[in-house]
C-alpha cells in the first residue's frame, strides 16, 4: 500500500485528481461542441442567419450544472484543507524563521539547525517568522505550504510519514538570490533524531554578533566568504580600505568602527564604489550601541 510523505498527501492528491478531472472533462467536451458548431452551423449551410428563441431548460441546465460542480469543488476542498489547521496537542514545536536567503530551524531546548530533521510519524507545528521579507515556505513532497510575513506569526502541521530526504523551498519572490532559498527536510527514525538533537549546539553557542545580523537580515545582503552579494561582503571588511561616493564625489576610506556604525544609522552617506543607493534602511533605533560593538567585535574575526 502507498503510504504518502506526509499525512496530507492523500487528501490533497485526490482533490487535485477531482478539479483536474473535471476540467479535463469540460475541455474536452467543449472543444468538442465548438468544432461540431463550427461544422454544423457554418455560412456553407446556412447562408442565412436565424433568430434562435429562448430555451429555459437549457438557461436552468448551463447555471445548475457549473454551480453544482463549482460547489462539490469547494467542499472537497475544504475537506482537505480543514485537518490542516487543527493541530494536534502532541506535536513537537520547531521554529522556522526565513531570512533573505536562508531558513533556519530552532528546536525545543534552544538548539539551531540549518536543516529540517523529523522524527517518523511525530506531528510536528512549525512556527514560522520572517525577519525581512515576505517568503513562503514549501514542502512539495508533503503537499504543504504557508506565506511568512514580518510582523505576522504563521504556522504549520503535519506528521512525516516516510523515510527521506525532501526538497524545501521558497516560494514568494524574496530578492536576487530566491533561487538560492531552500533547504531539507530529513525524516529519520526517532533513534537517530534524538542522537541527531543531542548534538545540535544551542543557539547561543554562536558569537553575539552573528546572532544579531541574523536576526536584523543583514547576512542576506552581505555575503560571510567574500561572495558578492547585494552589497560588500564581511569577510575580511574591517581595516579594508574601501573606495566610496559621498554627495556625488570619490574618496577612499578606512573601515572602522566609526564607518560601520555611520554605514548602519546612515547606509545612503558614504555608497561604496560599483553598488547601488537606496537598497538599506536605516537601522537607527532599531540596532542598539552595544548591539553595534558586539557586531564591530564579530566582524574583527571575519579576516
Keep these: 500500500m502507498y503510504t504518502g510523505a506526509s499525512n496530507f498527501v492523500e487528501g490533497v492528491d485526490w482533490v487535485f485528481k477531482l478539479i483536474f478531472g473535471i476540467g479535463f472533462f469540460f475541455l474536452f467536451l467543449i472543444t468538442g461542441m465548438m468544432i461540431y458548431f463550427a461544422i454544423r452551423y457554418n455560412r456553407k449551410r446556412h447562408p442565412k442567419a436565424e ?5 429555459i431548460a437549457l438557461e436552468i441546465a448551463w447555471i445548475t450544472i457549473p454551480t453544482i460542480i463549482v460547489i462539490l469543488m469547494f467542499y472537497y476542498g475544504y475537506a482537505a484543507f480543514q485537518p490542516m489547521i487543527w493541530v494536534p496537542r502532541d506535536s513537537m514545536q520547531v521554529k522556522v524563521t526565513g531570512r533573505m536567503w536562508q531558513w533556519s530551524f530552532e528546536y525545543p531546548g534552544g538548539r539551531q539547525a540549518n536543516e529540517l530533521v523529523l522524527p517518523i510519524n511525530q506531528p510536528v507545528k512549525l512556527n ?5 521579507v515576505i517568503h513562503g515556505f514549501s514542502i512539495p513532497d508533503f503537499r504543504v505550504k504557508e506565506d511568512v510575513v514580518p510582523g505576522k506569526d504563521n504556522y504549520m502541521w503535519f506528521k512525516p510519514q516516510r523515510l527521506g530526504d525532501y526538497e524545501i523551498f521558497c516560494t514568494a519572490y524574496c530578492g536576487v538570490r530566491h533561487s538560492y532559498m531552500g533547504s531539507k527536510v530529513r525524516v529519520v527514525t526517532q533513534k537517530d533524531f534524538t542522537h541527531w538533537l543531542a548534538a545540535l549546539p544551542l543557539a547561543s553557542a554562536e558569537p553575539e554578533g552573528l546572532t544579531i545580523l541574523k536576526k536584523n537580515a543583514c547576512i542576506g545582503c552581505h555575503s560571510m566568504d567574500g561572495s558578492k552579494l547585494v552589497s560588500v561582503s564581511f569577510k575580511g571588511l574591517f581595516g579594508k580600505t574601501e ?5 556625488g564625489k570619490q574618496r577612499k576610506v578606512m573601515v572602522d568602527d566609526t564607518y560601520i556604525i555611520a554605514s548602519v544609522y546612515e547606509p545612503d552617506k558614504d555608497i561604496v564604489f560599483g553598488y547601488q543607493k537606496g537598497i538599506m534602511k536605516s537601522y537607527k533605533g ?3 550601541e552595544d548591539e553595534m560593538k558586539k557586531i564591530i567585535d564579530y566582524l574583527k574575526t571575519l579576516k
Design 128 to 132: 514560522l517568522h520572517s525577519v525581512d
Design 51 to 55: 433568430q434562435i428563441k429562448d430555451n
Design 286 to 288: 532599531l540596532i542598539k
Design 243 to 247: 573606495t566610496v561616493i559621498t554627495n
